[in-house]
Structure formats: structure tokens, C-alpha cells
């Protein structure tokens, strides 16, 4: 075979080589949606524990519209945030951003929200991590909130000296409290193999049993 040939030969197995892996090298982005959104720097990065390291960084030029932001190629599944700056009122009291985390596992994630509350408003429009994690939490709210009015009315019929109501809203209490002990400790099936299935197990190790 004549060198010439062999050197092609090389090239195109090179070329096809470096396409295949091109093809297998995906790059998974946040798309979201503002609304209310002042002229603030939105950051995007990643969260590990109480510390937050920025990835990139953007801005809206009016108070609606579409923000996206790329995962490095060597992003790892865990909680990541997006930052949206300080209200006006916030700058002057030193309060916090409006931040809200997320998930993410190797998929694209699409979101609407509102600057003046994100987490509240948060709409999860694209993810299946984000939708079995807020959906979980959105449910756990329920229960918890349930446990804490039946917790006000024994403690009125207490005060009232009404112990069989008393007694009857403790049975209640109990056995609410059981089901949200068995909720998020044996959470639904459709988050089996899910990021988001360990991101509830640390919740209920932590939270269990508390409200």
C-alpha cells in the first residue's frame, strides 16, 4: 500500500473517530422563564452544602423573558442555583437574593418563574428530577400543614377542658403523623432510579418525625 493512501486511510479513521465522540459529548442546559425580573446580575453555578460556586452569569435588558444557562461537560448530578439578584428593598435592608436550587442529571431543565417569590411561583416545565422532587415537597407541605392545625386545635380544646376532642384530634394527630413518617420514608415508586430518590432519602433522614 502506498504511503500516500495509508495517510488517508488514517485521516478519515481519525475523522470518524473524533465524530463519534463529538456525537456521545452532550451538553445539557436551564432554560427559565422571568417574570418581574428588575436589571439585576442573575447567577447560575452549583451548591454544595451551605457553599455556592458560580458558573456564568447573565441579565435580562427588561423585566420579562428567557434566560438559559449551559452545564460545564463535566457537571455532576447534584443541586445546582440560580440566583437572581436582590429586590429593591432588599439593597437597602441587606437581605438575601431571591435564589431558587434544583436538580440536575444529565437532562435539559426548562422553568417559569416570578422574581418576587421563585420558589412559590416555580413551574417545572421540562425535568423529570424537578417535578418527582418538587412534587414530593409540594405533598409534604400538605401533610405538614395538616399536622400543624390539628397541633392549634388540641391545644384550644385543651384550653377549653374539652378532653374528648382532645383526645379525638390526638388519634388524629398520631395517625397523620405515621403517614407522613411512611410518605417520605418510602417514597413513590415513579422516583426509582432518580437523583431526586436520593435527594428525599437525606430529607427524610433528616425531617423525619419533625414538622
Known amino acids: 500500500m502506498k504511503l500516500k493512501n495509508l495517510l488517508l486511510i488514517v485521516l478519515i479513521a481519525k475523522c470518524i473517530l473524533f465524530t463519534g465522540i463529538n456525537s456521545f459529548a452532550q451538553t445539557f442546559s436551564v432554560e427559565v422563564q422571568l417574570k418581574n425580573q428588575p436589571d439585576n446580575k442573575i447567577l447560575f453555578g452549583s451548591v454544595k452544602g451551605d457553599d455556592f460556586t458560580a458558573i456564568d452569569s447573565t441579565s435580562l ?3 420579562f423573558g428567557k434566560i438559559k444557562f449551559s452545564f ?3 457537571a455532576h448530578p447534584g443541586v445546582y442555583r440560580i440566583n437572581l439578584g436582590t429586590t429593591t428593598a432588599g439593597k437597602i435592608l441587606n437581605e438575601p437574593p431571591q435564589i431558587f436550587d434544583f436538580i440536575f442529571d444529565n437532562e435539559n431543565l426548562v422553568f417559569d418563574t416570578d422574581f418576587k417569590a421563585p420558589v412559590d411561583n416555580l413551574k417545572i416545565i421540562k ?3 424537578n417535578t418527582a422532587w418538587f412534587g414530593f415537597l409540594a405533598k409534604d407541605k400538605v401533610i405538614r400543614q395538616n399536622i400543624e392545625t390539628l397541633t392549634v386545635e388540641i391545644d384550644n380544646y385543651w384550653m377549653k377542658g374539652d378532653t374528648t376532642k382532645v383526645i379525638n384530634k390526638a388519634n388524629e394527630f398520631n395517625q397523620l403523623q405515621m403517614e407522613r413518617d411512611m410518605f417520605i420514608s418510602k417514597p413513590s415508586t415513579k422516583t426509582e432510579g432518580l437523583f431526586a430518590s ?11 418525625t419533625v414538622i
Open 198 to 208: 436520593l435527594m428525599i432519602k437525606i430529607y427524610a433522614n433528616r425531617f423525619s
Open 61 to 63: 435588558k427588561q423585566s
Open 72 to 74: 460545564p461537560e463535566n
Open 127 to 129: 425535568s423529570k428530577e
